[in-house]
């Protein structure tokens, strides 16, 4: 079993930017591909960012490329997300989820944190 839990979520204003932070416990972290994904009211929960565990290799979304920045800190059993120039469609529920698979569907993922809302204001 691997326990996520996230931090850094709040009120931000466009433009502006927020660290998420993803604290993991449990079986072996670094094993893990990590993933972020977001939800929005009505809508379908949808990939965000992950970072593979041995390489290092990240991959993002179209929108939030050039944007939005998943690193891990493997010693603290912690990954990341920095989202600089937040816009007002950033605002959802921020997940970070742990698997096995490096991939883009929600499904691939085993273990989920309990989310983190994150609300961007015009």
């Known amino acids: 079993q691997v326990q996520l839990v996230e931090f850094g979520g709040g009120l931000a204003q466009a433009r502006d930017s927020l660290r998420l932070s993803c604290a993991a416990s449990?079986?072996?972290?670094?094993?893990?591909?990590m993933g972020w994904f977001r939800q929005a009211p009505v809508k379908e929960r949808e990939f965000v960012a992950a970072?593979?565990?041995?390489?290092?290799?990240?991959f993002y979304a179209d929108s939030v490329t050039g944007r939005f920045t998943v690193s891990r800190a493997t010693a603290k059993n912690t990954v990341y997300l920095k989202m600089n120039s937040l816009k007002p469609e950033d605002t959802a529920v921020y997940y970070c989820?742990?698997?096995?698979?490096?991939?883009?569907?929600?499904?691939?993922?085993?273990?989920w944190g309990q989310g983190t809302q994150v609300t961007v204001s015009s």
């Open positions: 449990g079986r072996t972290f670094s094993r893990y591909t």
């Open positions: 989820a742990a698997g096995d698979i490096a991939s883009i569907l929600a499904r691939r993922y085993d273990y």
């Open positions: 970072i593979i565990s041995s390489a290092g290799t990240t």
